[in-house]
């Protein structure tokens, strides 16, 4: 039966080409078949079926083969296809076909939606056929409406009164007009023509209005009022407000269709629609609006109600009415609750509101669980504006009731049900990296969950704001938990996560002597759980725990030199507990810790024979034995903050000596034996422990900074030379190997080195302070050991971090480095050029970094680049005109940032008028290029900031040299208008001749208007997707004319309110009047 099957596919394909000869009768029933190999088939059939299928589609003609299709196919896929290529025809060529195709296609469509429609049976079989027909309509309805089609609204709505099954469908194609107008016109219409629609279909809404009336007031047919309800829903964000507010609209949808279950979802989403609305004139129907939506849910959901297991054991449509509930509660009490609080007699439906938001914050959905939350931040944060934190104890609203703010009164109650919520279900940090996985295993977490931290966030926010609403009861609810995880009565894992995820987050929140008791009864208890708890999981999670919170309270350990101290020598311990995920934790907690108390550590404190990091140094050795290698980085990191918090020079150089004096034997040892014998350089073990111990100096020199020249300058010249020599190793075996040998362990070991080499030169430059040091004494062995080796590598073997070595050294040290500038230049330039200019893809991050020092060097060292020979700067010129037409965004947003920054740089300079004679064209006409090349869409905010600066150097007369050769304009701003007129005709010959000098007047117009400009693109960018004819009516071009020679006499008025900004020549008798 296969091979059977298989022959027939072979035997349609090969008589398929048929389908593109337009001289024939179309075959159906060929056409069917090749679109089912298409979708059904594979391999070679498959795609042979999608090439002919494509290429029929592109045929200019094959739109005139629909209505076949359409009317003789069985197939609803070839009917689909059908549709797509109509749909291709009526968003590109519509305006260029004759008026009778168009009315042709118009009444074709018309009819076959009427057809299909009308027929229940029809339109339950054929439900995605329709959709597709509909959207084809809306597509036309775009084009026509209202010029040529000004009766389409009274159409749909006289042919909806006919018919409950052409109603329904009326409704759907009604909500698909108010979605693309209103909703997704941005983009695909130009600004005048979609206010103009939204106008039309405002003035209009009156017929539709009465029809959506007329079926919630007379139709019994259950799918036509859902139907008409979810119009309805589609259009409240936009019709005029009278609609809403002075017909029975309101009292309709509350009294008949809310406890309607088939109706109370998509109502309950009209009502919340309505309820986001900011109309302060109808203060009284948003009040009846909350108090009978309010009666109604009380009555379908009574007060008793288990709402978490309600939605856990709900169907569908119940779930969701739990979380538009939550919306609608959440959406009337953050616009209207002020007004709601106002009214004595709804304090008791406001109140029972945010008693089912409680219930419903508590429902195991995270998605809900946000939507409480948003209300519940935005609430805690209005009160505590209201009446912010003092500092002055006396005066904390929290301990004497009657000074609390009446609004906050009426809330007391069930913010404390909100704390035990949160407090509940606090999200995890992304600090804690010890966790429960799905199999109930205590394990380390590698993956960040951005989800979970965007979520603590927000909780953690919300939590501090209602701590100091009332700090009494946040500390009362966490005790108490905490006393039931001591005595065991709620003692598991996520409660006690949850627990101290929250007492985590409220650092800061409480004055320090409540703050003070409160932390030392916390970190008491859990010790003491920590001792009591038997098991290596227990004790990983509980002391995962201790170290978050301790970490997130940092005031309280300078305030307690003995406390900090203990902490400290806490997590020294927990650094040999070899739990996975133990010691990174204890690890990252100190580094925390070290950076927020870093010169308690280096000061003796009372009772102390010497600063504590005198005994951290003494026994480092004992403290990092059991830590990995990346541990041991972070390690040192950490005592770099607190060494370089030391303010004496002598002792900070003495600690950094002591620091680094363990590294520093190995690394002798090992230079001593690479001095003997150059070949220990190629030992594998060798080279691990090089790149352990660059990493370690990497991380001591991005705490410490500066002065951690001391230890650079020790290693320096070895360390270049073990570069030099490394280098020299892989270059050589690429020659023996071939670039494969790149992948071998040893190899890969030998470049990391190499780029921990860079890295630490380049942590060092960014922290440095003094740049005639660097530039005297770093600058020129660093260039002679990395620059030539850079040039001379296997492309697939140079380091992208030399080329971010050097911009950080240009961005560093500016106009220092200039005269080293040429030399870097000569170096990396051309070389790496060669390697990127093939194609977008290859070496991304040599590409990104390359730009990068361009970038730099032309911000910093212009003058350098202005010295460059001219074959030379032409090549820089074509690689920034490369770099702005990448599809990688960041490489072209380098390029455009590059070159709007040279034309800056260029203005005042003797050589701007040769560079503007050479190259101003070209760079326009390459702008251009990547503007209207939809695959550079997400750029336009930096690629209409230089096309802007560009017509406002021509439109200031900044360029005085002629653009043009003899007499082919009269100046230079008439001669670009022509120019790039020409330019855009010769690009898009379906654009008219009004367009494009609309266009162009534009770009000269609103130059000095980064926003308008941009809009004004983004215009010309919807017009070019479009073929267009004769007609230009719905452009709105005339309209746009008229805007722009206002925009036009806007800017000449101001400059005439500037002495001297015009030029006297300019300036008209009438002015000097």
Same mark, same amino acid.
């Given at each position: 039966?296969?091979?059977?099957?298989?022959?027939?596919?072979?035997?349609?394909?090969?008589?398929?080409?048929?389908?593109?000869?337009?001289?024939?009768?179309?075959?159906? !029933?060929?056409?069917?078949?090749?679109?089912?190999?298409?979708?059904?088939?594979?391999?070679?059939?498959?795609?042979?079926?999608?090439?002919?299928?494509?290429?029929?589609?592109?045929?200019?003609?094959?739109?005139?083969?629909?209505?076949?299709?359409?009317?003789?196919?069985?197939?609803?896929?070839?009917?689909?296809?059908?549709?797509?290529?109509?749909?291709?025809?009526?968003?590109?060529?519509?305006?260029?076909?004759?008026?009778?195709?168009?009315?042709?296609?118009?009444?074709?469509?018309?009819?076959?939606?009427?057809?299909?429609?009308?027929?229940?049976?029809?339109?339950?079989?054929?439900?995605?056929?329709?959709?597709?027909?509909?959207?084809?309509?809306?597509?036309?309805?775009?084009?026509?409406?209202?010029?040529?089609?000004? *009766?389409?609204?009274?159409?749909?709505?006289?042919?909806?009164?006919?018919?409950?099954?052409?109603?329904?469908?009326?409704?759907?194609?009604?909500?698909?007009?108010?979605?693309?107008?209103?909703?997704?016109?941005?983009?695909?219409?130009?600004?005048?023509?979609?206010? =103009?629609?939204?106008?039309?279909?405002?003035?209009?809404?009156?017929?539709?209005?009465?029809?959506?009336?007329?079926?919630?007031?007379?139709?019994?047919?259950?799918?036509?009022?859902?139907?008409?309800?979810?119009?309805?829903?589609?259009?409240?964000?936009?019709?005029?407000?009278?609609?809403?507010?002075?017909?029975?609209?309101?009292?309709?949808?509350?009294?008949?269709?809310?406890?309607?279950?088939?109706?109370?979802?998509?109502?309950?989403?009209?009502?919340?629609?309505?309820?986001?609305?900011?109309?302060?004139?109808?203060?009284?129907?948003?009040?009846?609006?909350?108090?009978? *939506?309010?009666?109604?849910?009380?009555?379908?959901?009574?007060?008793?109600?288990?709402?978490?297991?309600?939605?856990?054991?709900?169907?569908?449509?119940?779930?969701?009415?739990?979380?538009?509930?939550?919306?609608?509660?959440?959406?009337?009490?953050?616009?209207?609750?002020?007004?709601?609080?106002?009214?004595?007699?709804?304090?008791?439906?406001?109140?029972?509101?945010? =008693?089912?938001?409680?219930?419903?914050?508590?429902?195991?959905?995270?998605?809900?669980?946000?939507?409480?939350?948003?209300?519940?931040?935005?609430?805690?944060?209005?009160?505590?504006?209201?009446?912010?934190?003092?500092?002055?104890?006396?005066?904390?609203?929290?301990?004497?009731? !009657?000074?609390?703010?009446?609004?906050?009164?009426?809330?007391?109650?069930?913010?404390?049900?909100?704390?035990?919520?949160?407090?509940?279900?606090?999200?995890?940090?992304?600090?804690?990296?010890?966790?429960?996985?799905?199999?109930?295993?205590?394990?380390?977490?590698?993956?960040?969950?951005?989800?979970?931290?965007?979520?603590?966030?927000?909780?953690?926010?919300?939590?501090?704001?209602?701590?100091?609403?009332?700090?009494?009861?946040?500390?009362?609810?966490?005790?108490?938990?905490?006393?039931?995880?001591?005595?065991?009565?709620?003692?598991?894992?996520?409660?006690?996560?949850?627990?101290?995820?929250?007492?985590?987050?409220?650092?800061?929140?409480?004055?320090?002597?409540?703050?003070?008791? $409160?932390?030392?009864?916390?970190?008491?208890?859990?010790?003491?759980?920590?001792?009591?708890?038997?098991?290596?999981?227990?004790?990983?999670?509980?002391?995962?725990?201790?170290?978050?919170?301790?970490?997130?309270?940092?005031?309280?350990?300078?305030?307690?030199?003995?406390?900090?101290?203990?902490?400290?020598?806490?997590? $020294?311990?927990?650094? =040999?507990?070899?739990?996975?995920?133990?010691?990174?934790?204890?690890?990252?907690?100190?580094?925390?810790?070290?950076?927020?108390?870093?010169?308690?550590?280096?000061?003796?404190?009372?009772?102390?024979?010497?600063?504590?990091?005198?005994?951290?140094?003494?026994?480092?050795?004992?403290?990092?034995?059991?830590?990995?290698?990346?541990?041991?980085?972070?390690?040192?990191?950490?005592?770099?903050? &607190?060494?370089?918090?030391?303010?004496?020079?002598?002792?900070?150089?003495?600690?950094?000596?002591?620091?680094?004096?363990?590294?520093?034997?190995?690394?002798?040892? &090992?230079?001593?034996?690479?001095?003997?014998?150059?070949?220990?350089?190629?030992?594998?073990?060798?080279?691990?422990?090089?790149?352990?111990?660059?990493?370690? !100096?990497?991380?001591?020199?991005?705490?410490?900074?500066?002065?951690?020249?001391?230890?650079?300058?020790?290693?320096?010249?070895?360390?270049?030379?073990?570069?030099?020599?490394?280098?020299?190793?892989?270059?050589?075996?690429?020659?023996?190997?071939?670039?494969?040998?790149?992948?071998?362990?040893?190899?890969?070991?030998?470049?990391?080195?190499?780029?921990?080499?860079?890295?630490?030169?380049?942590?060092?430059?960014?922290?440095?302070?003094?740049?005639?040091?660097?530039?005297?004494?770093?600058?020129?062995?660093?260039?002679?050991?990395?620059?030539?080796?850079?040039?001379?590598?296997?492309?697939?073997?140079?380091?992208?971090?030399?080329?971010?070595?050097?911009?950080?050294?240009?961005?560093?040290?500016?106009?220092?480095?200039?005269?080293?500038?040429?030399?870097?230049?000569? #170096?990396?330039?051309?070389?790496?050029?060669?390697?990127?200019?093939? #194609?977008?893809?290859?070496?991304?991050?040599?590409?990104?970094?390359?730009?990068?020092?361009?970038?730099?060097?032309?911000?910093?060292?212009?003058?350098?680049?202005?010295?460059?020979?001219?074959?030379?700067?032409?090549?820089?010129?074509?690689?920034?005109?490369?770099?702005?037409?990448?599809? &990688?965004?960041?490489?072209?947003?380098?390029?455009?940032?590059?070159?709007?920054?040279?034309?800056?740089?260029?203005?005042?300079?003797?050589?701007?008028?040769?560079?503007?004679?050479?190259?101003?064209?070209?760079?326009?006409?390459?702008?251009?290029?990547?503007?209207?090349?939809?695959?550079?869409?997400?750029?336009?905010?930096?690629?209409?900031?230089?096309?802007?600066?560009?017509?406002?150097?021509?439109?200031?007369?900044?360029?005085?040299?002629?653009?043009?050769?003899?007499?082919?304009?009269?100046?230079?701003?008439?001669?670009?208008?022509?120019?790039?007129?020409?330019? &855009?005709?010769?690009?898009?010959?379906?654009?008219?001749?009004?367009?494009?000098?609309?266009?162009?007047?534009?770009?000269?117009?609103?130059?000095?208007?980064?926003?308008?400009?941009?809009?004004?693109?983004?215009?010309?960018?919807?017009?070019?997707?479009?073929?267009?004819?004769?007609?230009?009516?719905?452009?709105?071009?005339?309209?746009?004319?008229?805007?722009?020679?206002?925009?036009?006499?806007?800017?000449?008025?101001?400059?005439?309110?500037?002495?001297?900004?015009?030029?006297?020549?300019?300036?008209?008798?009438?002015?000097?009047?």
């Amino acid at each position: 039966y296969n091979e059977y099957k298989s022959y027939l596919s072979m035997a349609t394909l090969e008589g398929a080409q048929q389908l593109l000869d337009f001289s024939q009768k179309l075959d159906i !029933n060929l056409l069917d078949n090749v679109i089912k190999t298409m979708y059904h088939g594979t391999g070679a059939q498959q795609q042979a079926a999608q090439e002919v299928l494509m290429s029929l589609q592109n045929h200019p003609d094959a739109w005139q083969r629909v209505d076949l299709i359409l009317q003789f196919s069985t197939n609803q896929e070839t009917k689909h296809y059908a549709l797509q290529i109509l749909s291709n025809v009526i968003k590109t060529r519509w305006k260029v076909l004759p008026r009778e195709q168009c009315d042709g296609v118009k009444k074709f469509i018309v009819g076959i939606i009427i057809k299909t429609s009308s027929d229940p049976q029809s339109v339950e079989k054929e439900k995605v056929y329709l959709n597709k027909l509909n959207i084809v309509l809306i597509e036309i309805v775009k084009q026509e409406w209202p010029r040529n089609w000004p *009766t389409f609204i009274s159409e749909i709505v006289g042919s909806s009164k006919t018919n409950e099954n052409l109603c329904k469908n009326n409704m759907q194609i009604l909500k698909l007009l108010s979605e693309e107008v209103f909703d997704f016109s941005l983009g695909f219409m130009t600004q005048h023509k979609a206010k =103009h629609l939204k106008d039309t279909m405002c003035k209009e809404f009156s017929d539709v209005f009465t029809l959506c009336q007329l079926v919630l007031d007379n139709s019994t047919s259950v799918p036509l009022v859902s139907t008409t309800l979810q119009t309805l829903l589609g259009f409240l964000n936009w019709i005029p407000l009278g609609y809403i507010f002075e017909t029975n609209l309101i009292s309709q949808l509350t009294r008949k269709f809310l406890s309607v279950p088939e109706f109370r979802n998509t109502t309950l989403k009209c009502l919340t629609e309505i309820a986001g609305i900011d109309a302060r004139a109808h203060s009284e129907q948003f009040c009846e609006l909350f108090s009978r *939506t309010m009666h109604q849910i009380k009555t379908m959901l009574p007060f008793t109600t288990n709402l978490r297991e309600a939605y856990k054991n709900g169907q569908d449509d119940e779930q969701l009415f739990i979380q538009n509930m939550a919306l609608f509660i959440s959406t009337i009490l953050k616009e209207h609750g002020q007004l709601i609080e106002g009214k004595n007699d709804l304090h008791t439906s406001l109140l029972e509101a945010l =008693h089912y938001l409680v219930l419903i914050s508590q429902v195991e959905e995270k998605e809900i669980f946000k939507i409480c939350l948003e209300y519940w931040n935005c609430l805690a944060s209005d009160l505590y504006r209201e009446s912010p934190y003092s500092s002055n104890i006396m005066t904390y609203p929290s301990l004497h009731s !009657n000074s609390v703010p009446p609004r906050r009164q009426l809330y007391l109650a069930i913010l404390s049900k909100v704390r035990v919520v949160l407090i509940s279900r606090m999200a995890k940090p992304e600090e804690v990296l010890v966790v429960e996985n799905d199999q109930g295993e205590v394990v380390r977490e590698f993956m960040k969950d951005t989800d979970a931290i965007n979520l603590y966030k927000t909780m953690r926010e919300t939590l501090v704001y209602l701590t100091h609403l009332d700090y009494s009861d946040t500390e009362t609810i966490m005790t108490e938990k905490l006393h039931n995880q001591v005595n065991g009565s709620e003692w598991s894992w996520r409660n006690l996560n949850t627990l101290c995820w929250a007492i985590g987050s409220i650092s800061g929140a409480m004055h320090e002597e409540d703050e003070k008791r $409160f932390l030392v009864t916390v970190i008491k208890d859990l010790l003491g759980l920590c001792e009591m708890k038997r098991g290596k999981d227990n004790k990983a999670i509980i002391a995962s725990n201790i170290m978050y919170i301790v970490g997130q309270y940092p005031r309280f350990l300078r305030q307690h030199w003995k406390f900090l101290k203990t902490v400290v020598n806490k997590l $020294f311990e927990f650094m =040999h507990e070899l739990h996975d995920g133990v010691q990174d934790m204890a690890c990252d907690t100190f580094i925390k810790i070290a950076q927020k108390c870093k010169r308690h550590f280096v000061t003796v404190q009372v009772a102390e024979a010497m600063p504590f990091i005198e005994e951290i140094l003494n026994g480092i050795n004992a403290i990092i034995c059991d830590l990995q290698p990346h541990q041991i980085h972070t390690f040192y990191e950490a005592v770099g903050y &607190m060494i370089q918090a030391q303010a004496d020079v002598q002792v900070q150089e003495r600690l950094i000596e002591k620091l680094m004096s363990l590294p520093n034997q190995q690394w002798d040892k &090992m230079i001593s034996n690479a001095t003997q014998n150059v070949e220990a350089l190629k030992d594998p073990d060798c080279v691990k422990r090089l790149a352990h111990i660059l990493k370690t !100096n990497v991380r001591a020199c991005q705490a410490i900074g500066h002065p951690f020249v001391i230890q650079l300058g020790r290693i320096y010249l070895d360390m270049l030379n073990v570069y030099q020599v490394l280098s020299e190793n892989i270059s050589s075996a690429v020659r023996d190997h071939g670039q494969q040998v790149l992948k071998q362990p040893l190899v890969a070991s030998m470049r990391t080195v190499k780029k921990e080499t860079l890295k630490l030169i380049s942590a060092w430059v960014q922290k440095s302070t003094d740049p005639l040091l660097v530039c005297e004494n770093f600058v020129p062995p660093l260039l002679n050991a990395v620059l030539a080796d850079y040039n001379r590598n296997h492309p697939n073997a140079r380091d992208a971090e030399v080329l971010s070595c050097m911009t950080v050294f240009i961005n560093k040290l500016e106009n220092h480095i200039t005269p080293h500038t040429t030399k870097i230049f000569d #170096n990396v330039y051309e070389c790496t050029l060669d390697m990127i200019k093939n #194609n977008f893809e290859d070496y991304p991050e040599h590409r990104t970094n390359f730009y990068l020092l361009l970038e730099a060097i032309n911000h910093h060292c212009f003058l350098a680049l202005l010295q460059i020979q001219a074959d030379k700067f032409k090549l820089i010129m074509d690689s920034i005109v490369w770099a702005f037409k990448h599809t &990688m965004r960041n490489v072209a947003e380098t390029g455009l940032n590059i070159i709007l920054v040279m034309l800056q740089n260029l203005d005042g300079k003797d050589v701007a008028q040769s560079f503007y004679s050479t190259y101003f064209l070209n760079i326009l006409q390459h702008i251009f290029s990547v503007i209207t090349d939809t695959t550079h869409a997400g750029q336009l905010t930096n690629q209409s900031k230089v096309l802007a600066y560009m017509y406002g150097v021509v439109d200031q007369n900044k360029i005085t040299v002629n653009l043009y050769q003899g007499n082919e304009a009269n100046d230079n701003i008439q001669y670009v208008k022509n120019y790039t007129q020409d330019l &855009m005709k010769k690009a898009f010959p379906n654009l008219q001749m009004m367009q494009v000098q609309v266009f162009v007047d534009g770009l000269f117009a609103l130059n000095n208007d980064p926003q308008a400009f941009r809009e004004h693109l983004r215009d010309f960018l919807v017009q070019i997707k479009e073929c267009a004819g004769e007609d230009l009516s719905d452009l709105f071009l005339t309209e746009r004319q008229e805007e722009l020679r206002q925009a036009a006499a806007s800017k000449l008025k101001y400059q005439m309110t500037v002495p001297g900004i015009i030029n006297p020549h300019e300036v008209t008798e009438e002015m000097n009047d």
